[in-house]
């Protein structure tokens, strides 16, 4: 079975900083990996994938995510974090049943920038 | 487009009373999701739709829900008796036709009850 984890619950970094956020796959079969954000009080919002190709995906608002096969890991990354960047982030692996593909997501993890 | 659509956005209801929570997917997706998302558990998969059809309602916690999707453009989820550990905020998501679709939510439906 395909799982997700995300080893932090929350990670603290200050505005202009770099981040990253932690995620580890475990899939049978090519790993198809997703990041996906939750503002508060929203639903979530798709950031970026990875299905083939280059292992750096670069996504919206400035992040991107490095797919490392031997480590089994896709870790969020931002070069320089917002204040605005603060919220919830989810990892998620695709699994494709036959007739249809569903997510299995991570546990989240809180993201806070501080000025 | 205006997303996927679910309402209420809020409801309250008291312990063992019958609440309908509703989705209206893209038009055009045909799969369809329901989550549950709580501080304890995090983001569960309940059910999900293809073409109409429930695929699998393995995440579904127990007799007392239930979901229907009826046509293309509308889905509910049912609780029926409610009970106050329902408590949680309730997404509905959709893809579009293909193997690698990514997901679309809504806003969901905060539903607290007493």
């Known amino acids: 079975a395909q799982s997700v984890a995300q080893p932090e619950d929350q990670v603290n970094v200050a505005e202009g900083n770099p981040l990253t956020v932690k995620c580890t796959y475990s899939v049978s079969g090519n790993p198809y990996l997703f990041w996906y954000v939750q503002y508060p009080n929203r639903g979530l919002q798709f950031l970026l994938k990875y299905i083939t190709g280059d292992n750096l995906v670069k996504g919206s608002y400035g992040f991107e995510a490095e797919f490392n096969k031997s480590q089994t890991s896709f870790h969020l990354k931002k070069p320089s974090a917002l204040v605005s960047d603060s919220a919830l982030y989810f990892c998620a692996v695709r699994a494709y049943t036959g007739t249809a593909s569903k997510l299995t997501f991570g546990t989240g993890t809180r993201l806070q920038v501080t000025l | 487009d205006a997303g996927v659509i679910q309402s209420p956005r809020h409801e309250v209801t008291e312990m063992g009373q019958e609440v309908t929570l509703r989705c209206k997917p893209i038009s055009g997706h045909n799969s369809l999701f329901w989550y549950r998302q709580t501080m304890m558990r995090g983001l569960e998969l309940l059910i999900y739709?293809?073409?109409?059809?429930?695929?699998?309602d393995s995440g579904m916690p127990e007799d007392r829900f239930s979901a229907k999707m009826p046509n293309a453009s509308f889905s509910t989820l049912k609780i029926q008796p409610s009970e106050p550990r329902d408590s949680a905020v309730y997404f509905c998501?959709?893809?579009?036709?293909?193997?690698?679709?990514?997901?679309?939510f809504g806003p969901g439906t905060r539903l607290t009850v007493t």
């Open positions: 998501a959709s893809t579009a036709p293909g193997q690698l679709p990514r997901q679309y």
């Open positions: 739709f293809n073409n109409n059809v429930p695929i699998d």
